[in-house]
């Protein structure tokens, strides 16, 4: 069940579709095809670059080491992991964690493209060089590496939808390293401030439209 752009139009189908996919060679050392999880409605999505074997195990994303320190980090600054969704550029586990490689990443794209599709998000974290690279080549922008793109944000027209993306480090990374958590933690900073504002514009256009109109309302 495929849109016109040859996208999945339904998660239930998207989803089934990743969970049984054989498009590349990852699928022969998987045990679980990790699709992603989250807040189907929300209007921010995470993109990290592959499931690590705690995910694999349990065809989650982002629930081993890196996952845990990504999740405290985003609590801390009152990002709550259950209000966005949250994915990879690839679903299936590199075996030995290596890179996923350039041919994996575009036999995988369908399902991401798919995914950005259907949520259309307002704002795209992207986590690591990967995840960046993968989401402005897919927003025809250039990608000049992680460290110096991270902590801002840019705007990308994706599948026809404009998208504000704010790239930063793996947790990974952010590990064994506090200089870079202290960078992943100003970034996620700018992330819940850039959510705020979002939120806000959102709940004055509703308002907006609700708003009992007066005689005055239609005098200049
Ligand atoms: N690293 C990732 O990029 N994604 C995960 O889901 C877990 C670790």
């Not at 060679?25 to 993109?47: D, T």
Request: glycine content about 8%; aromatic content about 6%.
């Amino acid at each position: 069940m495929t849109n016109t752009n040859n996208l999945f139009s339904s998660w239930e189908v998207l989803e089934e579709e990743i969970r049984r996919c054989v498009r590349c060679p990852l699928h022969r050392s998987r045990k679980n095809a990790v699709p992603g999880e989250g807040n189907k409605k929300s209007v921010v999505m995470f993109i990290g670059e592959a499931p690590g074997a705690t995910e694999d195990e349990m065809g989650r994303p982002f629930v081993g080491a890196a996952g845990k320190l990504l999740t405290m980090i985003m609590e801390s600054v009152g990002i709550s992991r259950e209000g966005v969704y949250i994915t990879n550029v690839v679903k299936c586990r590199p075996p030995g964690n290596r890179e996923p490689k350039d041919d994996e990443i575009e036999a995988c794209s369908i399902f991401l493209k798919s995914q950005i599709a259907l949520l259309k998000p307002k704002l795209i974290v992207t986590l690591g060089n990967i995840a960046g690279k993968t989401v402005f080549s897919m927003g025809k922008r250039e990608w000049v590496g992680v460290m110096k793109m991270r902590g801002k944000r840019y705007e990308l027209t994706i599948q026809g939808i404009q998208i504000h993306v704010i790239p930063t480090l793996h947790p990974a990374a952010a590990l064994y390293n506090p200089q870079l958590r202290s960078m992943l933690e100003s970034d996620m900073k700018l992330v819940k401030s850039f959510i705020d504002e979002i939120t806000s514009s959102m709940k004055s256009s509703t308002s907006d439209k609700t708003k009992p109109r007066t005689l005055l309302d239609y005098i200049k």
